[in-house]
């Protein structure tokens, strides 16, 4: 579940994709309608591939927001209106019928990228997923570390101006307000007119043009900024970009990276990385898979440390 989609696949137990949907979330206009759209959708797309629920041994959700993952409540969606507390899991297993695991989409795309993607060498990796939201997970140790709220990797909400725009968590000046895709949408839309999409900047960007090549330089800096602040916390090996906003490509990432350089310290800047998600759009969706085995035991518990 994301700010913008909602998408859906079929894994087998080998994590590979055997089918895959997404629909607009502008469809489902309040909690009660999107909660319904959610089951609707599994009970579709489970009777598309002429299975029974019997066939399948759970459902992973991620969601773009904090989550009590063990519990499967979620908090509040800092982008998506009206969800407050809301024990999504009770909810959808008394409607479904089968058994469902929930957690933050940012730890799912982690767990993924860790375990068959970009991350999947080395020990202390953030992961970032640039969409509608930012989100992130982190890795230490080459364990996903949650935090005891499960709330620890909430990099959209670094704050980089004590006077900045609210954002949607309630607090001023956060990441995502300067890089969520509606901010970054809306300053295109400045520059390039009315008709212009992230994909047709980036496009614009790969092809030279001097003002998309500096509109994502700027993206990429803003970021970076942040970056740069968490790598001299963290001194981490790693960090994977991935989501929608990520598409903007060796632009938006050398913009990172010299960022890093010029603003954190030299040791930590010196060993850090920075690479794009090796999963892509499925990340998340991978990850969800990963979820629903390792709370059936099929994988450790180390994970939820």
């Known amino acids: 579940l994301g700010g913008t989609n909602l998408k859906c696949a079929l894994l087998d137990c080998s994590l590979k ?3 895959k ?4 979330k502008k469809s489902f206009d309040n909690k009660h309608k999107l909660i319904q759209g959610i089951v609707d959708l599994i009970d579709g797309f489970i009777l598309s591939q002429r299975l029974k629920h019997a066939d399948v041994l759970g459902v992973g959700i991620g969601v773009p927001g904090p989550v ?8 509040f969606l800092p982008n998506i209106p009206g969800w407050k507390e809301v024990k999504l899991k009770k909810i959808l297993e008394e409607k479904i ?5 929930i957690d933050n989409d940012a730890k799912l795309m982690t767990l993924a990228e860790h375990e068959a ?4 060498k080395f020990k202390n990796v953030l992961c970032l997923t640039l ?4 989100g992130g997970g982190l890795i230490i140790n080459d364990l996903l570390y949650r935090g005891p709220d499960n709330a620890a990797g909430e990099v959209g909400h670094f704050p980089l101006n004590e006077k900045g725009p609210l954002c949607g968590c309630g607090a001023k000046g956060c990441l995502e307000t300067y890089i969520g895709n509606h901010k970054i949408i809306k300053a295109a839309r400045k520059l390039f007119g009315a008709q212009i999409t992230l994909e047709k900047v980036s496009a614009l960007a790969r092809e030279n043009n001097s003002q998309a090549v500096k509109f994502w330089s700027q993206v990429g800096q803003k970021l970076g900024l942040a970056l740069s602040g968490i790598v001299n916390l963290l001194n981490l090996d790693l960090i ?11 632009v938006l990432f050398e913009s990172v990276r010299e960022t890093i350089l010029l603003r954190a310290m030299c040791v930590q800047a010196e060993r850090v990385r920075v690479v794009e998600a090796k999963l892509g759009v499925d990340a998340g969706i991978i990850g969800a898979g990963y979820l629903v085995r390792e709370r059936l035991g099929k994988l450790g518990k180390e994970e939820l440390r």
């Open 131 to 134: 969409g509608t939201g930012v």
């Open 21 to 24: 949907s997404s629909f607009s």
């Open 68 to 75: 009590d993952s063990l519990r499967g409540i979620v908090h």
């Open 117 to 120: 993607g970009a991350g999947k």
């Open 97 to 101: 019928k089968l058994p469902v695991f």
């Open 17 to 19: 994709i055997k089918a």
């Open 240 to 250: 994977v970009i991935g989501g929608g906003v990520s598409g903007a490509g060796k």
